[in-house]
């Protein structure tokens, strides 16, 4: 039976990523990138979707972690008779220079106690499990899959393992055996061997190169293990060869099981820019966080001067939305969708994130140039035109466009970073007068049709009589100060709507939201809010502790927490929990170092240098 | 023998099988590239090896034009016909004799006794060169035999 989807976790290669699951089960798997068709697939069809598991034979006990602050994953299973340990990771390496297969995932099985025996299927099913090819066995050089495309995939292996994909092996005490899965794609082949000695220096290297990145992370504060795995994660999911970070490497893990709210979310969206550029820079991977800008503004200046909801691994438009009609689904949760038809909504909020982004990078000392700053007028121009037009929102609503809060208050942030900008010099020539009336007139109408005097909160809507958690960060993008009376109020009245269990929040009710779980990012937006100044210090630990009780035995969350019993909902690991979950920490630091004035972090605008 | 006619029919003979091949994998009709298998003769960085392979590649080809060049004489017969029946023969010898003697002759490919090693990690192009793709043996040919009609037409 396929496993829950918190019962896995990720490996990868800041190219790639797999899941697994605590029994040993390679479910997930795309190559050579992110957005690639599937060569596992058990996660959304447990007979169709094909998988590659290590596990002991007959019943077993499993624990698993990651190695210390490394994305190097450690599965032990214990057995009546004996102790495996089962160590899976993709390659990193430091060296150019040497010779590695194009993409590889090396599995390390050890017999740790007693006797374990040991059973492996290996069943890949390339194209989504579109067909079951034909394993070939060539001896000494492992197993060979065509994957497609004439593309390869290769399993060299020390197990006894043919044509069948199929072996059992018993391993006494300190045996082991080594896999090392890769795939080539327009080349000759690279087959790693399958031995000790290679297996454990390239799990060494691995290692080191993910603890060497790790120990830049800037953070002392609260939650530091959860900070600094999250924080890997991100690495983990940012697209080395363009600086995009994926939403999740996976598509149609259910926000509803059995429902069918099943999308993919292999892409990259604008709507969590800020969120994302803050949080990086606030952890002081500046590297990172530049390579990201660099992708957001390469990005957005293909679509000039629209801005796209979401875009692909190198910036371009996704493909089309379509249904894979021959997948089971997980949980039976059907249609599973490759692409996202997202791609065509307009959604205004995107053009705050990108000038917020824009903003982070030059609070961090980073310098906008002409072509950037044309292009931010730009937008600037776009919203002072547009802002007063409906949208499908930070929710990506389908069907008719509504006039939401969220996006309003977006939009007046977009402008009022522009002022800002400008003022500091940094947008020459830009007409921030103008931009400035448009500001103020978004805020008057925020003011008069988003506050509900009935309800006691700002709405959901224009005119509207619901509340929605995006409204938690009026206050994050600096709209209005945590403890305004106002936004005091409104808080309440989120509390009181969307909270589902203590620390747990929905996004909003609404017939699409019928059944789904609590929003991960909501829940952590609420932790902001209080860390801001919506709440005491220690309201707001309590509220992350609460939280990070829900992440799963490796650290992680999806898109969505299931209230009842506290299982992920949603694609996994979802990144933008995650940032979530690394703004709260970096709020609540500053709360605590240095009080409530603190929480609001240096918002300031330097000046633009000579 | 004129030697700039021989080695400028070489040169083109050698740009345009170059780009056959590279064509063809990236049609995905094969994985075989010349320039990678020999450019890791010398180097097991990726990108270097692509590029030495490259220069290798061409000078290869230049001294293959000289050989048909020689043959033509010897024979007395030319054009792009006989370069061409030439290019066939030349394929024959890289298919069935050089393919599978590359395993024992490259430092860097796995042999099919062995299994990979820590120096020996290239897949090998087994039989006809069949591991790189079904449709490398007819990509080899037609390019072989466009390098020769080139050749032989050229001179």
Known sequence: MTAAIRDHAIVGDCRSAALVSRGGSLDWLCWPSFDSPSLFAALLDEERGGRFSISPAGSFRSERAYLHETNVLRTRFFTGGGELALTDFMPVSGSARAMRPGQELVRIACCERGEVEV????????????????????????????????????????????????????????????????????????????????????????????????????????????????????????????????????????????????????????????????????????????????????????????????????????????????????????????????????????????????????????????????????????????????????????????????????CWAALQRLCELAEKGHLPGAPAAEFARARDRIRAQVEELAWSEQLQSYTRTLAGADVDASLLLLPWFGYCPADAPRMRATWRRIRQRLEVRPGLFRRYFGGLTEGEGAFGICSFWAVEYLALGGGTAEEAEQSLRTLIGYANDVGLYGEEIEPRDGGALGNFPQAYTHVGLINAALSLRDRLEHGRQGAGQARSVPEARA | MS????????????????????????????????????????????????????????????????????????????????????????????????????????????????????????????????????????MLVVSHVIFGMVVGGLL
């Open chain 1, 119 to 410: 059973e492996i299927a290996f069943d890949p099913r390339p194209g989504y499990g579109r067909r079951k090819p034909e394993i070939r066995s060539l001896g000494k050089l492992g197993l060979r899959v065509d994957a497609g495309s004439g593309d390869l995939l290769t399993l060299v292996t020390d197990a006894p393992l043919g044509p069948s994909g199929c072996a059992r092996v018993r391993l006494g005490p300190g045996q082991r055996l080594h896999f090392s899965l890769g795939y080539t794609r327009g080349m000759p082949a690279i087959l790693a061997p399958a031995t000790a000695a290679r297996s454990q220096a390239v799990l060494e290297e691995t290692a080191r190169l993910w603890r060497l990145w790790a120990a830049r992370t800037r953070y002392d504060g609260p939650a530091r293990d959860m900070v600094v795995r999250s924080a890997l994660l991100l690495k983990l999911l940012q697209f080395a060869p363009s600086g995009a970070i994926i939403a999740a490497p996976t598509t149609s893990l259910p926000e509803r099981l059995g429902g069918e709210l099943n999308w993919d979310y292999r892409f990259c969206w604008l709507r969590d820019a800020a969120l994302t550029a803050r949080a990086l820079f606030g952890l002081g991977h500046r590297e990172e966080a530049e390579s990201f800008m660099s992708w957001l503004l390469l990005a957005t200046s293909l679509s000039l001067p629209r801005l796209h909801v979401l875009y692909d691994l190198y910036g371009r438009m996704p493909g089309p939305e379509k249904e894979l009609g021959h997948l089971a689904g997980h949980s039976g949760s059907r249609p599973v969708r490759v692409g996202n038809a997202a791609r065509g909504q307009v959604q205004l909020d995107t053009y705050g994130e990108v000038i917020e982004a824009a903003t982070y990078f030059v609070r961090s000392g980073g310098e906008i140039d002409r072509p950037t700053a044309t292009m931010l007028v730009g937008f600037g121009r776009e919203v002072a035109r547009d802002w007063s037009e409906p949208d499908e929102g930070i929710w990506e609503v389908r069907g008719p466009g509504s006039y939401f809060t969220h996006s309003r208050v977006l």
């Open chain 2, 3 to 138: 030697w700039p006619p021989s080695l400028l029919a070489g040169f083109a003979g050698t740009l345009l099988l170059t780009s056959l091949e590279a064509g063809a994998q990236q049609l995905h009709l094969t994985r075989m590239s010349m320039p990678y298998l020999l450019g890791t003769a010398f180097t097991a960085s990726r990108d270097r090896a692509k590029v030495i392979g490259f220069f290798t590649h061409l000078v290869n080809g230049q001294l293959f034009a000289l050989l048909y060049v020689a043959v033509f004489r010897a024979t007395g017969h030319s054009g792009a016909l006989w370069g061409a029946l030439l290019g066939l023969i030349h394929s024959a010898v890289v298919l069935l004799v050089v393919m599978p003697l590359l395993p024992s002759l490259h430092p860097r490919m796995a042999s099919a006794q062995q299994g990979p090693t820590d120096l020996r990690q290239i897949e090998p192009p087994g039989p006809m060169a069949l591991h790189y793709g079904l449709s490398t043996p007819l």
